[in-house]
């Protein structure tokens, strides 16, 4: 066990030393279900001091300088005043409110703004390490924080993919009339010309809009977890549906990692939890194969921790070792 020093498994690195650094935004202002994940970032780190270091694919990973941002105190206490606007929001439209009503015209105004600053937060942030020949990720957080980062690699890169992990598309155009809502992340990221790929693996809940987007874009290629079962009874096994997975991705790749894409008995206090998905080693040997391809993995983020009851450290036990394999992964392709 490490000595807990605010550093994401107890590592002695310094954000100067990095070759990698980890971002925590605390925000979950459009959560439309279950709240939480703005606790993410603090319930993964506190996890994270009991995870050896050892690493099965990269020999002495413990030497990997990995360093951590501290989780910024200001956009947590913003998330709680936004977040009880928004909540004001997502009331007037279950009672049969519209997005444009004058009565909420103000207190969404107020959200997307909030929203747009942290993702502004988020890319002023990222591109500082970036250009400093740093690699980041991002732990969220909802699934709408990664955008900044997505964002700041379409300036470094003239192009790469995406590898989403998820039990949702997130392909829906501002919704609830939130623009940066945590289900419009891949629709938000689609809009940066430089990401020629969207690969999403575990989709299995979704509306009829997003499986026509998905069918009306060439640049979305949708491993629903349905499929991805059916195939497994019929014999296919998971390493050949791997290959096929990975087949359609370009060679560099930014793995956007929602933890509900998981059999919920690994992240029970997420969001939005979905029945299926895909097991723990399942996910690693996804994120194994595709660095025995020969990609490039060019930055990351784990999105949708939720902790449990302060004794129900369980959510930020997987988050941290979903994390840890992730830092280790990236670093052994950019070594």
């Known amino acids: 066990m490490?000595?807990?020093?605010?550093?994401?498994?107890?590592?002695?690195?310094?954000?100067e030393d990095a070759k990698l650094v980890f971002l925590p935004v605390p925000w979950d202002v459009t959560t439309s279900?279950?709240?939480?994940?703005?606790?993410?970032?603090?319930?993964?780190?506190?996890?994270?001091?009991?995870?050896?270091?050892?690493?099965?694919?990269?020999?002495?990973?413990?030497?990997?300088?990995?360093?951590?941002?501290?989780?910024?105190a200001a956009i947590l206490a913003e998330n709680g005043r936004m977040r009880a606007i928004?909540?004001?929001?997502?009331a007037h439209l279950e009672r049969g409110g519209?997005?444009?009503d004058p009565a909420i015209a103000s207190s969404l105004a107020k959200v997307n703004q909030a929203c747009a600053d942290v993702n502004a937060w988020v890319y002023t942030q990222s591109k500082n390490y970036l250009e400093?020949?740093?690699?980041?990720?991002?732990?969220?957080?909802?699934?709408?924080?990664?955008?900044?980062?997505?964002?700041?690699?379409?300036?470094?890169y003239e192009n790469y993919g995406i590898l989403q992990i998820d039990a949702h598309a997130d392909l829906r155009p501002a919704y609830e009339g939130f623009t940066y809502s945590h289900a419009s992340i891949m629709d938000n990221a689609l809009k940066i010309p430089q990401i020629s790929r969207l690969v999403q693996v575990g989709i299995r809940d979704?509306?009829?809009?997003?499986?026509?987007?998905?069918?009306?874009?060439?640049?979305?290629?949708?491993?629903?977890?349905?499929?991805?079962?059916?195939?497994?009874?019929e014999g296919i096994n998971w390493a050949t549906q791997c290959q096929e997975i990975i087949s359609h991705l370009p060679d560099r790749v930014y793995i956007s990692f929602d933890i509900d894409?998981?059999?919920?008995?690994?992240?029970?206090h997420t969001g939005t939890p979905v029945p299926g998905g895909l097991e723990f080693n399942e996910s690693l040997?996804?994120?194994?194969?595709?660095?025995?391809?020969?990609?490039?993995?060019?930055?990351?983020?784990?999105?949708?921790?939720?902790?449990?009851?302060?004794?129900?450290?369980?959510?930020?036990?997987?988050?941290?070792?979903?994390?840890?394999?992730?830092?280790?992964?990236?670093?052994?392709?950019?070594?």
């Open 33 to 72: 279900y279950g709240e939480g994940a703005a606790q993410g970032p603090q319930a993964i780190l506190e996890a994270s001091v009991q995870l050896d270091w050892y690493d099965f694919d990269v020999p002495n990973a413990w030497k990997i300088p990995l360093a951590t941002l501290g989780i910024d």
């Open 261 to 268: 894409g998981l059999n919920p008995s690994y992240c029970p």
């Open 285 to 335: 040997y996804l994120m194994r194969s595709l660095v025995r391809a020969g990609k490039t993995i060019i930055g990351f983020d784990i999105c949708e921790v939720a902790p449990g009851e302060p004794a129900d450290q369980w959510d930020g036990n997987v988050g941290a070792r979903i994390l840890y394999k992730l830092a280790c992964l990236t670093e052994l392709m950019n070594h």
């Open 132 to 156: 400093q020949g740093k690699l980041v990720a991002i732990v969220g957080g909802d699934h709408s924080v990664p955008l900044g980062l997505m964002q700041s690699l379409g300036q470094q």
């Open 206 to 233: 979704v509306c009829e809009a997003e499986i026509d987007r998905v069918k009306g874009d060439r640049r979305i290629v949708m491993f629903d977890d349905w499929q991805l079962k059916h195939n497994t009874y």
């Open 98 to 100: 519209a997005v444009d």
């Open 2 to 15: 490490s000595v807990p020093n605010g550093c994401f498994f107890g590592l002695p690195y310094s954000v």
């Open 86 to 90: 928004a909540k004001q929001v997502i």
